[in-house]
């Protein structure tokens, strides 16, 4: 099936030691997201990728940074996480077509110590 | 700037019930869309249902449907027949931007849904 998936599920990294979150999409999609999500809130858009060309939201740390190699991955860098970075992680997809619904992975949960 | 609302920040239904969650929006655009996403405790956000401005018939999908008032900017999901499986949190979210850059959402805060057996 296609899909959209993330890897760690589940990662815990200490304070101030680099993480990185990965994505990989089966759907053949142009655009690629990265989403933070705190406890009891709404995902926030930190960052996307329209094939290579990257869109940063004008309020994402430079703590945060992105690399797409190829159309079917993308990764999350975190180079100094702190306690406040403690997050679900979602990865999303869409095609520059019809409705652009977004399809999502099942997220990475980090963890900071 | 857009702006999604969901005034109810936890609902629950009996089982078999019909439920219906609020949504209501503020944009300037003409061309917009309008989604629900479904987030149970695992994490993923699931796609439920989609409802463009320009649709003139609401929504279905299966038990969900889009209750879509143009001129009150609400976009309210009702959930028919409840399951306990539909217990999690359902996010309301629009679209921004253009059609043909992928556009980014902007998501309400949620409701969480609980339903009772």
């Known amino acids: 099936d296609a899909m959209v998936i993330q890897n760690p599920r589940y990662q815990v990294t200490q304070f101030g030691k680099p993480v990185t979150l990965s994505c990989s999409q089966t759907?053949?999609?142009?655009?690629m997201y990265w989403y933070q999500q705190k406890s009891s809130q709404a995902p926030k858009l930190l960052f996307h990728?329209?094939?290579?060309?990257?869109?940063n939201e004008a309020d994402t740390p430079d703590n945060f940074q992105s690399r797409r190699p190829n159309t079917s991955f993308c990764f999350l860098d975190i180079r100094s996480p702190g306690l406040g970075d403690a997050a679900m992680y979602l990865c999303?997809?869409?095609?520059?077509?019809?409705?652009?619904?977004?399809?999502f992975g099942p997220g990475t949960r980090l963890t900071v110590l | 700037a857009q702006k999604i609302t969901q005034t109810q920040p936890g609902m629950f239904v009996q089982e078999k019930e019909a439920v219906t969650l609020d949504c209501t929006y503020d944009?300037?655009?003409?061309?917009?869309?309008l989604f629900w996403y479904k987030q149970p405790s695992s994490g993923e956000m699931i796609f439920l249902i989609y409802q463009g401005s320009y649709d003139e018939q609401n929504a279905t999908e299966g038990r969900y449907s889009l209750n879509f008032q143009k001129a009150r900017k609400s976009a309210n999901l009702v959930i028919s027949a409840s399951q306990l499986g539909d217990s999690a949190m359902y996010f309301c979210?629009?679209?921004?931007?253009?059609?043909?850059?992928?556009?980014?959402?902007?998501f309400g805060q949620g409701t969480e849904l609980s339903v009772k057996p």
């Open positions: 999303a997809t869409s095609r520059v077509s019809g409705r652009n619904e977004q399809f």
């Open positions: 990728y329209y094939d290579k060309d990257f869109n």
């Open positions: 944009t300037s655009d003409q061309s917009y869309g």
């Open positions: 979210a629009m679209r921004e931007g253009f059609e043909n850059q992928g556009g980014k959402l902007i």
């Open positions: 759907l053949n999609h142009n655009v």
